[in-house]
């Protein structure tokens, strides 16, 4: 079992930038799969960037340029860095994480972007 715990989430105006943090309980050396998503009210849940084994990255089409996901090993911490934001990236966001197989989420935060 691992837990995930977020903070970062917040209200922000057009163009500015929040990060966001997700500890989890367990080492993450042992886990190969580490990412957020997000859903908006309405929408379906979607990915929005993730790191695969440790080094590989992949961003929603939407976020790329402007998001940046990054793991601290040491911390136990993967964080997602969101500049340039814009009022459609409101949403809650979730950490993910896939270990030996099994999915785990976080309770999700809520980001809100301003106009």
């Known amino acids: 079992q691992v837990q995930l715990v977020e903070s970062g989430g917040g209200l922000v105006q057009a163009g500015g930038s929040l990060r966001l943090s997700c500890v989890a309980s367990?080492?993450?050396?042992?886990?190969?799969?580490m990412g957020w998503y997000r859903q908006a009210p309405g929408k379906q849940r979607e990915l929005v960037a993730r790191?695969?084994?440790?080094?590989?990255?992949n961003y929603a089409d939407s976020v790329k340029g402007r998001f940046t996901i990054s793991r601290d090993n040491a911390r136990n911490t993967v964080y997602l860095q969101m500049n340039s934001l814009k009022p459609e990236d409101s949403a809650v966001y979730y950490c993910?994480?896939?270990?030996?197989?099994?999915?785990?989420w976080g309770q999700g935060t809520q980001v809100t972007v301003s106009s």
């Open positions: 993910n994480v896939v270990r030996y197989g099994q999915g785990y």
């Open positions: 367990t080492s993450i050396f042992t886990i190969s799969i």
């Open positions: 790191i695969v084994s440790g080094a590989n990255t």
